[in-house]
């Protein structure tokens, strides 16, 4: 058996977040039409361009690796997806709008946690400045969606 080498990680893990953005444009159409709240619809169809551009950026570190864009689905993108669909047919809700949300919030934390790991092996790995600034750039777009939804959900809050 061949070892697994920080690089074979990298690769998976990069392959694992660009299958995960490529399922989001479908994924925030969805929350968007189940959200409950215009306020709600409206963040998730606003972040369309911002995935496309992640998805280039991604597409751009397969580049610089010298390596065809691959997808590879994983158990946690999976079951993120399943939880929507379970929402998205469960029928009106006064709580939709919550619903929608944590759908949102853990998929950009499962973003996040995988750019944290790529962004740690690509110091490792002593791979390109370009690699690590389109990282960046994805990981700061995550975070921003995830402090979006976080604002909303801490104004719903019932005190
Ligand atoms: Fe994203």
Do not use: C, W
Request: aromatic share 4%; charged share 35%; proline share 3%.
């Amino acid at each position: 058996m061949t070892e697994t080498t920080p690089a074979d990680v990298f690769e998976r893990e990069l392959r694992k977040l660009y299958h995960a953005e490529l399922e989001i444009l479908d994924l925030h159409s969805d929350l968007a039409a189940a959200a409950a709240s215009e306020e709600v619809a409206a963040l998730f169809t606003g972040h369309k361009e911002d995935t496309v551009e992640q998805i280039h950026r991604i597409e751009r570190i397969f580049e610089q690796l010298d390596e065809p864009p691959r997808a590879d689905g994983s158990p946690v993108m999976e079951g993120i997806l399943a939880e929507k669909d379970a929402l998205v047919t469960d029928g009106p809700s006064e709580l939709r709008d919550l619903d929608v949300l944590s759908t949102g919030m853990l998929n950009e934390r499962f973003e996040i946690t995988v750019l944290d790991r790529l962004l740690l092996l690509a110091t490792d790995l002593e791979l390109s400045d370009e690699t690590v600034m389109e990282l960046e750039a994805n990981r700061r777009e995550a975070r921003a969606a995830l402090s979006e939804m976080e604002a909303i959900v801490e104004r719903r809050r019932v005190n």
